[in-house]
Structure formats: structure tokens, C-alpha cells
């Protein structure tokens, strides 16, 4: 009897192609669906939260995305395969085991799903620079013949890896179709150490050398000034006791007899490669801080190993340095900041070092889209925090020239070429535009029913960027530099609240 009944049984399921009853997907009832209806289910399910507004919050920042920008894959027909082969095995008595199994206990398939890992990080990498309680490190720079050393600033930075976790919670609950839109961004406290003042002179100490150029083997050896502390390191200890934000330390340079100037161009007979920008001549203070930034990159020589790095040659933009407050957006909107415009300079020497085919060693993209270069081919900066940095990668020494003159900033990089040079080639390509918020001010001073547009704003952008390597005009190579998703800037408009 029992024989028939499981014949019979297997026999019923066998001819019914249909989900079997008490079978989920992430918590979704499919019972009794077809393949196709199964797989239209969950797709609508997922298409309706890809455009969900994701709350990213610390303290009183806040920062929007989506599952769309995130790129969100989902392995759906996998699943619902699986879920239409449960009780569907080639033994009749193990498939009538499992079905019955399943009508009392319940199956659930989990959905494996995916996110770009590299726009993901470049939606979070600037987030930290913009917050108030910011970690800030010690750092040190030389000013002529001063050593200034900037005490840092206990903090908070981003915990990627918990938060990379808590993406995918939330990702994995939105599926399920719980109301989940807003998650705190996860945080490590961070102290600066002691400032260890041996250190610090074990860096920056140097004997004077003379500056040589031998043509025979095209090798060039860069002059270096002597650096020395200009006191000793306990009346340098008795400066640090004291609560400061900066200290200065006097130093000893020496200069040696031969300079890299006194070579002449021999020493750097080609230009390698130059990128130029345009910036408003007519806003004094943005174009200053530009001038100063390439006052301070000019003339500066890497030798092959040698890296370049944005903050450690330019040093703060401080008040006390001559720059002045300039525009400069964060978290979505336009702010007054000493060095505004300096990106625009680090952002220039990015694309004049792929040109040059020199290895990138550190680049962030603008939380927010920049007029002077394309999506993905720009470079931030923030002192104490976000850094520009490449490595002299070619066989020979290079220098490097800079000129803000007349709203046209210019960089080349000067230097011997290689045995077999290449021609480079940058494109980039907007694969998502990211529609802006708008944001509504009441302002007393205007009529009710005024509205003023106080700033435009402007859209939101993911792209990628690539670099084409050819030789005699035949591509060599194409490789993704990076992708990076840019914030919307929110529009701002003042509307009138006056009676």
C-alpha cells in the first residue's frame, strides 16, 4: 500500500514542473511558481529598492546612494533553478522524503548577490575627510630654513571593514523587503602618537652633495641641500612641552658648491609630457592658492625610484603661507576653505603623470564632479589626510615644471627618454548620472512665495576611466585606471518666509 501511495505521490510531482509548496527564496514564499514567475517575482522585487535612497550617516553628516550605484548584482536564476529541482531527484523514494520534508519543516534558498567593491570604496574613501571630528595625524614640513611640525588631532576614522559587513546586512534585509534606509557608518577612534622628535631628524638629515651629470651614461645625480636641526634635539624637546598646535624648529641647510640648476638642460633635454587646465583668472583668491601650489611643485627633480608626493611637497595651505579662503565643496555643498583650488593643481600633475607612463601610487577621486578635468581623471587632496602621490618609474631623472599663469595652469614633466617610449592615450566614460537633491532654505528677508536659487548644484556621476597604451599608433594595451562614483551637489534655494 505504501508502495502505491509513494508511486502515486512521485508520480503527481514528477508531472507538476511548479516550485514545490513551503519554499523560499531570502524569505520569499515561491511555492507553487513557475521558473518564469518565480524569477519575475524576485526581479521585481529587486528592481524596486534598486533606486532606494540609502541614508549613510555620522553625527549630522549624511550622505545618499543606492543599490544602483552600487552596482548590485543578483544571481536570481541560479536560485530559482535550485529551488525547481527540490523533490526533483532521479530516486522516487529520496524525492518523496524531501518534499514531505519540506511541506512540514520549510526550505530557504539564499540569494548570492554582488556590489562593485571599487565604486563602493570610492563612495566612502572622501566621507571621513569632510566630518568635524576627523582624525588628523601628526605631520611635519620644511619651510626655507624652518622645520614646522603640526601636532595631529585625536579622531575618528571609518571602519571599512565593518562597514563593508553592515553593507551587506542591509543589503540582505532590503531584499527580504524590510524598510531599511538608513545605516550609521561604523568608526575606530584614533589618537595621534608621540611626536618623536629622533625620528623626525633621521628623515629629514642630509649631507650636502654636489649635482654631477655624466653624458656618457646619461646618469644624473641631483644636488641635496644638508639639512640639519639648527638646535639640539633636548632644546627641541623643551619646545614640544608646550600646548601648541605648531611648533618651529630652526634649521641648519648647507648648501653645496654645484647645483641641478648649474647643469643645465642637458641634464633634462626632452619634455616627456604636459597637461594643462583652465581656471577663472578673475577670482583672486582661488587663482592665488592655484599659483602657490605650483610655486611650490616647480623645479622639483625625482630620481628613478624616487616618489612624488602632493602634501609632502606643497605642505599646508594655511593662512600664514598666503593662501586664501576659496570655494571648495564638501558634503554636497559650496564652503569657503583656506587652499580652495589646490586640487586643481594635483589634478593636473595626475594627468601629466600618466602621460608620462609613471607609476600612480596614491589617488582619490572629488566626493563631487570637477569642471577642469573628465570624470575619473581627477586627483583630491587634503592636508592631513587625502594625498597625490607617483613614483619616478622611468630609467632616468625627471623634473618636473609648473606654471599658473593668465587662468591656464600647466605641468610637464622634463627628463631623458627611454630606450622605447609610448604614446598614451585617456578617455573616461559616464556610466551613470546621479540626478540632483534639492534643498529648500526659509529665508525671513523674502516675500513668502519668493524662491532665489542660492546654488545650482549640479548632478552626480559614476565613471571609469581608462588608460590606452600604443605604439606607431597600434594599441598595446587598455587598462581601467579606476571607477569612481561622484556625490550630486545639492541645489540650494532660498525660499521666502516673510509675512
Known amino acids: 500500500m505504501y508502495g502505491i501511495f509513494s508511486t502515486i505521490f512521485a508520480l503527481i510531482n514528477a508531472t507538476n514542473s511548479n516550485i514545490i509548496n513551503n519554499v523560499?527564496?531570502?524569505?520569499?514564499d515561491v511555492s507553487g511558481l513557475t521558473k518564469e514567475e518565480a524569477e519575475e517575482k524576485l526581479q521585481e522585487l529587486i528592481n524596486s529598492i534598486m533606486q532606494d535612497q540609502i541614508i549613510l550617516?555620522?553625527?549630522?553628516?549624511?550622505k545618499i546612494v543606492t543599490l544602483e550605484q552600487m552596482e548590485l548584482k543578483v544571481d536570481i536564476q541560479d536560485r530559482v533553478y535550485e529551488a525547481c529541482t527540490i523533490g526533483r531527484d532521479k530516486n522516487i523514494i529520496l524525492n518523496n522524503y524531501k518534499i514531505l520534508e519540506v511541506m512540514f519543516f520549510g526550505e530557504n534558498i539564499d540569494l548570492n548577490y554582488s556590489f562593485n567593491e571599487e565604486i563602493v570604496q570610492s563612495i566612502y574613501s572622501n566621507l571621513d575627510d569632510e566630518w568635524e571630528d576627523k582624525f588628523i595625524d601628526n605631520s611635519y614640513y620644511i619651510d626655507g630654513d624652518r622645520l614646522i611640525i603640526v601636532k595631529g588631532k585625536t579622531g575618528v576614522v571609518i571602519d571599512e571593514e565593518a562597514l563593508k559587513k553592515n553593507i551587506n546586512n542591509l543589503i540582505s534585509e532590503k531584499i527580504q523587503g524590510k524598510e531599511i534606509n538608513e545605516l550609521e557608518i561604523p568608526t575606530i577612534t584614533k589618537t595621534p602618537g608621540e611626536i618623536n622628535l629622533e625620528e623626525i631628524r633621521n628623515e629629514i638629515y642630509k649631507e650636502a652633495q654636489n649635482a654631477s651629470y655624466d653624458e656618457a651614461t646619461e646618469t644624473l645625480t641631483t644636488h641635496v641641500n644638508g639639512v640639519d636641526f639648527g638646535i639640539t634635539i633636548d632644546e627641541a624637546k623643551e619646545l614640544l612641552k608646550e600646548d601648541k598646535e605648531e611648533y618651529e624648529i630652526p634649521l641648519k641647510i648647507t648648501q653645496p658648491e654645484i647645483t641641478t640648476d648649474e647643469l643645465g638642460e642637458e641634464a633634462f633635454p626632452e619634455m616627456l609630457s604636459s597637461f594643462s587646465t583652465r581656471y577663472d583668472a578673475s577670482n583672486k583668491n582661488r587663482s592665488t592658492n592655484i599659483e602657490l601650489a605650483s610655486e611650490e611643485i616647480n623645479g622639483t627633480v625625482l630620481l628613478p625610484g624616487e616618489t612624488f608626493s602632493f602634501n609632502g611637497t606643497v605642505g599646508p595651505r594655511t593662512k600664514a603661507k598666503g593662501y586664501l579662503l576659496a570655494g571648495a565643496y564638501s558634503a554636497g555643498e559650496l564652503v569657503e576653505s583656506y587652499g580652495g583650488g589646490v586640487c586643481q593643481v594635483s589634478s593636473t600633475i595626475y594627468n601629466t603623470a600618466l602621460y608620462a607612463n609613471l607609476e600612480i601610487v596614491e589617488r582619490y577621486n572629488h566626493s563631487s564632479v570637477v569642471s577642469y578635468v573628465k570624470n575619473g581623471?581627477?586627483?583630491t587632496v587634503s592636508?592631513?589626510?587625502?594625498?597625490?602621490?607617483?613614483?619616478n618609474s622611468r630609467s632616468y631623472a625627471i623634473r618636473i615644471k609648473a606654471e599658473a599663469k593668465n587662468g591656464i595652469l600647466t605641468i610637464e614633466i622634463w627628463g631623458i627618454p627611454e630606450k622605447e617610449e609610448y604614446e598614451i592615450e585617456l578617455t573616461s566614460e559616464v556610466t551613470d548620472v546621479i540626478v540632483r537633491n534639492t534643498k529648500y532654505v526659509y529665508d525671513s528677508s523674502l516675500a513668502k512665495g519668493t524662491e532665489v536659487v542660492e546654488t545650482q548644484g549640479a548632478d552626480g556621476a559614476k565613471s571609469i576611466a581608462y588608460k590606452i597604451t600604443k605604439k606607431n599608433g597600434m594599441i598595446i594595451s587598455k587598462e581601467i585606471l579606476s571607477e569612481d562614483s561622484y556625490n550630486p551637489m545639492t541645489k540650494v534655494i532660498r525660499t521666502g518666509s516673510k509675512k
Open 24 to 28: 523560499t527564496i531570502n524569505n520569499i
Open 57 to 62: 550617516k555620522h553625527g549630522e553628516y549624511e
Open 377 to 379: 581623471l581627477d586627483a
Open 383 to 391: 592636508y592631513g589626510g587625502k594625498d597625490f602621490k607617483f613614483k
